[in-house]
């Protein structure tokens, strides 16, 4: 009897074993497929995609990783509608965004660090030239192709001099002495990651798309895009007299960030005009492409924790505004036209 039970209890070592054995290499597959740190400089994605005028070709960026630098860096790729051909248009550890298809598609303007500071460039999509167009210091965003093809208009930061109470004597030659106060005077003063804000605002500028000075459109104590305050990039017009975008021009903007009004500014003399005027959000305005119509996004006021972002399109001027999606419980995202204008596509998450 005490024989037989110890058979019995070796057989069931026996069967453990096997079974512990038998699971070594799941164990080992399972470890295999797990993400890992090291694995997220495998990672790569795309975004921003743009298609051509003539509805070929797509051309978007590809962020990727630098494992030696850990540093992200993104290139230019264009691939064809039907997928066959797929090709980078740029190379290299640099920072390409913003693409953008010139209206007859034979340009692409896209903003490029590989050079030290972020600025414009062109490429030439025949030839594969590229040209650098400005030579701006502070980072240039939200490019956009004139009707013409013989601007871009872009959003850059403009400094301003630093708020000062009173004044210090002159340091002693090679003293090193503390940092002047720094006077705060606005509510949003600093951000994540890019600390205290420098004096000053974002303004709209044009550049010749062959390069030249770029001229400053839009004016006064107000941001008119940028990282942080922005509400939508600049529209031209179809005639490309004027520049269409949503700010925020309230003297007390940092009180109201939400308040921000859809603008017209006149690119001959940068005089600016409001086309909506109520409490509460108008961003994102798309011009049809008869030029009789404004679709733009936003919603009334009502100082709730939530409220649904609507689909609104207004006459030219500024009249007319009607809601196009009061049955849609969702919000509404970057509005387009049809190119026949007799249609209006959009994003929502659901």
């Known amino acids: 009897m005490i024989e037989r039970h110890r058979r019995r209890r070796s057989f069931v070592g026996v069967i453990l074993l096997l079974i512990l054995l038998s699971g070594l290499p799941v164990i080992a597959r399972d470890q295999e497929d797990r993400l890992t740190p090291m694995d997220l400089f495998e990672l ?29 860096y993104s290139n230019l790729w264009i691939i064809s509608f039907d997928g066959k051909e797929h090709r980078p248009l740029t190379t290299g550890i640099s920072r390409d965004s913003s693409p953008r298809w010139s209206p007859d598609g034979t340009r692409i303007a896209y903003i490029s660090d590989r050079e030290g500071s972020p600025q414009i460039y062109v490429r030439w999509m025949d030839t594969g030239q590229t040209a ?6 502070f980072p240039p965003e939200g490019i956009a192709w004139s009707p013409n093809g013989r601007s871009i208009s872009f959003a850059m930061f403009v400094p ?15 003293a090193k002495w503390a940092d002047s106060a720094m006077v705060i005077d606005r509510l949003v003063y600093r951000f994540n990651g ?10 709209l500028f044009i550049v010749p798309a062959e390069g030249g000075t770029p001229r400053q459109i839009s004016s006064g104590k107000f941001h008119h895009g940028g990282v942080g305050f922005r509400a939508s990039e600049a ?4 005639d490309g007299k004027a520049l269409l975008i949503s700010a925020n021009r309230r003297p007390d903007f940092d009180l109201e960030p939400l308040d921000t009004e859809i603008y017209e500014f006149s690119i001959a003399d940068g005089s600016v005009r409001a086309l909506t005027n109520r409490r509460g959000p108008d961003n994102a305005p798309a011009i049809s492409p008869d030029g009789r119509y404004i679709a733009y996004v936003g919603f009334d006021d009502a100082y709730q924790g939530y409220q649904v972002t609507r689909l609104y399109v207004m006459n030219r001027d500024g009249s007319g505004s009607r809601v196009l ?3 849609l419980d969702r919000d509404v995202m970057r509005p387009r036209w049809t190119p026949d204008g007799h249609g209006i596509l959009f994003l929502y998450d659901d």
């Open 44 to 72: 790569e994605y795309a975004s921003d995609p743009q298609i051509s005028p003539d509805g070929r070709y797509i051309v978007y960026v590809r962020r990727a990783s630098d494992v030696m630098t850990d540093q992200r």
């Open 132 to 137: 650098r167009i400005t030579n701006v210091p």
């Open 160 to 174: 301003e001099p630093p708020r000062q109470i009173g004044s210090l004597p002159a340091p002693p030659p090679g």
């Open 194 to 203: 890019a600390g205290y804000l420098k004096p000053g605002y974002t303004h």
């Open 235 to 238: 529209v031209w017009t179809p």
């Open 325 to 327: 999606s009061a049955a």
